[in-house]
């Protein structure tokens, strides 16, 4: 488990995080969303023990990251701009991280490789960006490290290699209860893949739930009533939004789905139907609430 | 730090396995260095043995000299391996820690399980392995060439270590400073900058220290060996380049052992920085803001004394040099700023700062200017020293040995005894306000050292603007038992180190040598007996009448032998004992200097200090026996009068040899033979010229 407790970084004047507390649990798949700016490679990179936070602490598993390179060895970091050795090759690449991290797994690295269709003797420079990146992905699965920290991973990636990372990371999540945190700006992109989501803006944390719970707690029907109903109507279910387009009437409500569905039976609708949540409908919800405007925190 | 704690297996194996690649990646570095050394070391040797090679063929006897070409070659004296060193000290740490000015690369390496002194350490290592690897794989293949060729007698083992110890201490010198450099750059164009200053400050600002005491102080005075000690303590470069050129001195120990600790110390200090330096430092042109402002105003200053005094020289006065302030420290920061911020428009930042250091400086600078500190006015009493060293231009330099500092020859000169420290004193006292314009070149320089009863030492430097003043008190100190005893090493020298002894009259051969060693150190006793009694007012009136050279070795003098000389001292006439001694023992030969017969005439002139000749001839002088030169000089043939000058001429030779004699303002040139222009220059006594009498 990776715990963040009033971590706080400046770089000169400008304040990149502060006072986050977090808790990354093991064996889950942790989302670190934001926009541009918002803190999410800081964070990112004080986990992977790059920087040093200027006050809280930041831990895994109890011990301090930074200058700890027992608790290093099971952290791999993937930066958005991942370094490589000038003409190294794949080659070169697992053999120099296989001598760094000791339950480096050369036979799946090599597997991996192959299933991805890169080829091992040629050039790391000569890559396209996605293919470096599908490289580096593969060098973390393959290290053995317990998290494995993704900066924009995906973004550079084609749909078809975004799936085949998604599947490997949920694979190895289920293996060996590895924990990916993964660091994007797309929520489309972590909807299906995390378990849990922390919201970042201007270097303090929104709110961090787990996703399940976020999609059990809200829910969203669409119906039609024969006459016309008010938000109000729907008390004392918190209604979190309420779309009405003639006679049909989009509801969000933080509610249980029983406890949604009997009210609007109550009301005598015409038709009702539970519609499926994405993330970033769940997100609107939530910070609304709170009183953003998600379009000002994401895009 | 508990040994567990310090380094793990793991961490161990990391640190090899790391400092490997490193290498790796810097192989391109570690190749030129490898061309370079190749280039300075091992070409110049094969072309050494080549042409020892062919010369041995020619000339058997020349072996001694193809010893020396190769012992130079691949000893400290190869300039080129030198500078190849402090090059590649620079370029290996640059290149070795280049990767923390890239995000990436930073990235990439902090975020490995491996803590920084290690990271820092596989950095170092790389570099430092790379250089020693260039350097002993061509110093083993110059070596080899040597041995094989049948020169191996040109090279002992000791220096062969001693050379390859001095290049590696002082390789970690440089290396060690451009890596804290780099540490406290964010870019690799910064570092390098920061190298170049911080080892440029101290042998800058010891310039730039004496320039300036020159300008603001009448009597301003550091030893030039002070100055070469304070060097080579505290720039590395001034250092090495000192033992790598000088050949006279030998590698001194002490001082590598200093520069190899000043290494480590400063390895350490870089590793220091490395574990404290933010990663988030990476791309910006400073990683330390603290520091980097101290180094800001500490080259600013520099460049301000620096634009002084390069438009005092150019513009002459001291208006030329407070624009020179001003130019070379608003511009040194404005550039500054620019490089810290990378960013023109930040030229004009902290000017603020500026403003402050400037005021500062101008504070400080117009309280020496006005010798507020008392500077000039310093001149302790009787009771506040124990001991003063003085010495002056009207000196005897030639008794001393060529190894002899000017430091050395002040410390010869040091007075305890009470009357002699007063005499010393009110010497200083009487030339401590500075002298007129007027006065012109009749003074005498003094050099000071007033060894303070805290220990503490002192240095000033007087102009005595009156040399007939200057005498009169430096006489009491000449004349004292003290002077002597101290001064001349005949004094010092045992009897043993007295093996030989050559008389020399001036013009031409020795008249006679002495290789008994119980003859040698009689005369020796002699002289200083003659010596103790000497007085300047003697010495005023007479001048050397021969030169006696003592050697430590029976055969000096003998086929051009001449390197075994302790001492040298003049011989005077009122020295009898020692004359009479000399011709018992058959080295001197007493009468006139020169033959009437073999002179065809004499060359005289007088000058005042305008220029304008003063010699007059006496009355009844035939002018067919005077010829007169477009200069105005006068020619003489006529015997009787060349004669009676011979009489009282004194070779300008031996004259000089005392700097108390005073000469008369005509000046003789005896010409010998016209066709070949061997001719022999003489003076005479003061008002004993015997043929004018001058305005």
């Known amino acids: ?299 | 730090m508990t040994s567990k704690s310090f380094c793990s297996k793991e961490e161990s194996r990391l640190l090899g396995m790391l400092t490997k690649e490193k290498m790796r990646r810097s192989l391109w570095a570690i190749s030129l260095c490898t061309l370079a050394f190749f280039f300075m070391l091992t070409v110049p040797t094969i072309m050494g043995v080549q042409q020892g090679m062919e010369r041995r063929q020619v000339d058997p006897q020349a072996m001694e000299s193809i010893y020396s070409m190769l012992s130079t070659i691949v000893g400290r004296h190869n300039v080129f391996v030198t500078l190849a060193t402090v090059a590649m000290a620079v370029l290996l740490a640059a290149v070795s820690f280049h990767y923390m000015h890239k995000k990436k690369q930073v990235d990439f390496y902090h975020s490995l399980p491996i803590r920084r002194p290690w990271l820092f350490l596989t950095s170092f290592l790389a570099g430092l392995f790379g250089f020693l690897f260039a350097y002993l794989l061509n110093l083993a293949l110059s070596l080899g060439i040597i041995f094989c060729s049948g020169f191996g007698q040109a090279l002992s083992g000791v220096q062969v270590l001693g050379t390859m110890v001095l290049h590696l201490v002082f390789f970690l010198a440089v290396y060690a400073l451009s890596i804290a450099a780099h540490q406290l750059a964010g870019t690799t164009a910064t570092g390098l900058l920061c190298t170049g200053f911080l080892l440029a400050l101290f042998p800058a600002a010891l310039g730039l220290t004496i320039v300036y005491g020159q300008l603001l102080f009448d009597h301003w005075y550091l030893p030039d060996e002070i100055v070469s000690r304070l060097g080579q303590w505290l720039s590395p470069l001034w250092s090495y380049f000192t033992m790598s050129f000088s050949y006279n001195d030998s590698i001194r120990a002490g001082m590598v052992v200093y520069w190899l600790v000043w290494a480590l110390v400063l390895g350490g200090v870089g590793m220091f920085l490395y574990t404290r330096r933010p990663s988030e430092s990476a791309g910006k042109a400073v990683a330390f803001s603290r520091p980097a402002a101290v180094l800001k105003y500490m080259a600013v200053i520099l460049c301000t004394l620096a634009g002084g005094v390069l438009f005092r020289v150019i513009g002459v006065g001291l208006g030329w040099q407070i624009f020179g302030f001003f130019c070379g420290g608003i511009i040194s920061h404005c550039v500054l700023e620019v490089v810290y911020n990378l960013d023109f428009k930040k030229i004009f930042c902290h000017i603020k700062g500026l403003g402050i250091c400037g005021v500062c400086f101008a504070a400080l600078y117009t309280a020496c200017h006005m010798d507020l500190f008392g500077y000039d006015k310093f001149l302790p009493t009787a009771d506040q020293v124990k001991a003063v060293s003085l010495m002056s231009n009207e000196n005897e330099d030639y008794v001393l040995s060529v190894d002899e500092t000017q430091l050395d020859t002040l410390y010869r000169q040091t007075y305890r005894q009470p009357e002699n420290i007063k005499a010393a004193l009110e010497l200083c006292a009487s030339s401590i306000e500075p002298a007129s314009e007027e006065s012109g070149w009749d003074g005498a320089r003094i050099w000071v050292c007033y060894q303070m009863n805290s220990g503490r030492k002192v240095y000033r430097s007087y102009f005595a603007p009156s040399r007939e003043a200057f005498l009169e008190q430096w006489a009491v100190l000449y004349d004292s038992r003290e002077y002597k005893e101290n001064y001349y090493p005949i004094f010092q020298l045992k009897d043993s180190e007295l093996q030989s002894v050559g008389c020399w009259q001036g013009e031409g051969d020795y008249t006679g040598f002495v290789r008994q060693q119980e003859q040698a150190a009689a005369l020796a006793e002699t002289l200083r007996e003659e010596t103790l009694n000497l007085t300047v007012e003697q010495l005023k009136h007479q001048a050397p009448v021969a030169m006696l050279e003592w050697g430590n070795d029976p055969n000096y003098g003998k086929e051009g032998n001449y390197s075994h000389m302790v001492t040298q001292m003049p011989v005077y006439p009122s020295m009898e004992k020692t004359l009479a001694l000399m011709e018992e023992y058959g080295i001197y030969q007493p009468g006139a200097l020169l033959e009437l017969d073999e002179i065809q005439g004499v060359w005289l002139w007088s000058w005042d200090k305008e220029g304008a000749h003063t010699l007059e001839l006496e009355e009844g002088v035939a002018m067919a026996d005077v010829q007169v030169s477009d200069g105005g000089d006068i020619y003489i043939t006529d015997k009787e009068r060349i004669a009676r000058m011979l009489e009282k001429a004194v070779l300008s030779e031996l004259a000089d040899r005392n700097p108390y004699f005073e000469a008369d303002a005509v000046r003789a040139r005896f010409v010998l033979d016209e066709n070949m222009g061997y001719s022999v220059d003489c003076v005479f006594p003061a008002g004993e010229f015997p043929l004018s009498t001058a305005k």
């Open chain 1, 1 to 299: 488990m990776i715990t963040a407790t009033d971590v706080t970084k400046r770089f000169g004047n400008i304040l990149a995080m502060d006072a986050v507390t977090a808790v990354i649990r093991e064996g889950s798949v942790f989302g670190l969303i934001g926009s541009n700016g918002a803190g999410k490679s800081t964070f990112l990179r004080m986990t992977a023990g790059i920087l040093r936070p200027d006050s809280g602490s930041l831990m895994a598993d109890g011990m301090e990251i930074y200058e700890n390179p027992q608790v290093k060895g099971r952290i791999f970091y993937i930066s958005d701009e991942q370094y490589f050795y000038s003409n190294a090759t794949p080659r070169e690449l697992r053999d120099f991280y296989a001598s760094i991290y000791p339950g480096f797994d050369k036979g799946r690295f090599q597997t991996l490789m192959k299933g991805f269709d890169l080829q091992m003797e040629r050039k790391i420079n000569t890559f396209s960006k996605g293919m470096k990146k599908q490289v580096s992905v593969i060098c973390g699965i393959c290290s053995g490290a317990d998290y494995l920290l993704c900066d924009e991973t995906f973004d550079g990636l084609d749909p078809v290699a975004r799936q085949a990372v998604k599947s490997l990371l949920a694979g190895e999540v289920a293996e060996r209860n590895m924990t990916p945190v993964i660091a994007s700006h797309n929520l489309r992109e972590l909807e299906d893949i995390c378990d849990h989501v922390g919201l970042l803006h201007r270097g303090g944390i929104l709110f961090s739930r787990d996703l399940e719970d976020m999609k059990l707690g809200i829910h969203k029907l669409q119906c039609v009533f024969q006459e016309p109903v008010e938000r109000g109507d729907f008390a004392p279910l918190e209604v979190m939004s309420f779309d009405k387009r003639g006679s049909l009437f989009t509801i969000t409500a933080r509610s249980s789905r029983e406890e949604l569905e009997e009210k609007v039976r109550s009301m005598g609708p015409v038709f009702y139907e539970v519609l499926p949540l994405s993330l970033e409908e769940i997100f609107i919800s939530e910070t609304e609430v709170q009183g953003y405007d998600i379009k000002k925190l994401l895009f």
